[in-house]
């Protein structure tokens, strides 16, 4: 089957410049080298603290950043090498969830105009034909339709949420990148949109790529994780493989901060110490040994490969098989 999507080596280095001649005295290694695929009706968690590169791989994912280099495949095409004009039908099946649904939401327009926008945009429905088209999506993420003439602020941000959601769902995407969309939402909240986002997904075969900084939230969704530290995946598994036996010393420190429902199996707490290094200058070797509680001086000078562990279990480190 050939999936949904498809990145492979991708990169984006962002050039810093400085001095009153603006010369590039650096770059930024947000995201480097990250190969993974998603294949239809299925989720891939992306997981890691904030800074490691996330978003960059969504908005390279989505074309709103250009990669500097690497492959993003839509159903098999390449969309790095295409106009604008052969990229609109590949736009239409990707959309984009992103946290805030308050920043992301335009305040003057009405809830079902936003809703409705990518049909005016792609020529799909307009008139009497959109307003029906607009009020069934409304109800499918659980708004009333009556709602349709209200603005973002007279919502609830889990209801404004669903409007990103509608909003999303309005072209029938095949995907939906979807950058942290519950962590600005309150906990009862996050639990109502991931079942949501879990329904739709059982009813239209959606895929969906979805980033969040804790492992926590991709738990119920994600039927892949991926972990992110620095630019890179360090490790990438079947959820139940990851969460049950994680071999990264990173994904072992993400899992412990993670509540288990009985306390007799309570994870040994570990905590990482100091903050992500800085992506302008990553350390030598292996990027997380200045943080790894295992680290041994290999791991300083040469840096790990993702290799394979068991079948489609992957993991960048010199340490896991021991
Ligand atoms: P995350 O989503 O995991 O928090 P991001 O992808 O937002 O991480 O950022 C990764 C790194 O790239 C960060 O160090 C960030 O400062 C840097 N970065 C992101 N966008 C830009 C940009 N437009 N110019 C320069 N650096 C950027």
Redesign the pocket.
Known sequence: MIPVLQVEDLKKH?P?KSGFLRRTTGQ?Y??DGVSFSIAPGQTLGLV????????????AVMRL?APTSGRVLVEGTDIATLSKAELRPYRRQMQMVFQDPFSSLNPRMSAGDIVGEPLLVHGVATGAQARARVAALFAQVGLRPAQMDNFPHQFSGGQRQRISIARALALNPRLIVA??PVSALDVSIQAQVINLLMDLQRDQGLAYLF?A?DLAVVEHIAHHVAV?YL?RIVEIADKVTLFRNPVHPYTRALLSAVPVPNPKLKRKKQLLEGDVP???RPPPGCAFHTRCPIAVARCSVDAPVLKERDAGHLAACHLADG
Request: glycine residues 14%.
């Open positions: 962002y810093v930024v947000a995201v890691g603290e904030s800074g490691c590169g996330k978003s960059t791989v969504a908005r950043v950058d942290e980033i900084h992110m630019g800085s992506p302008m």
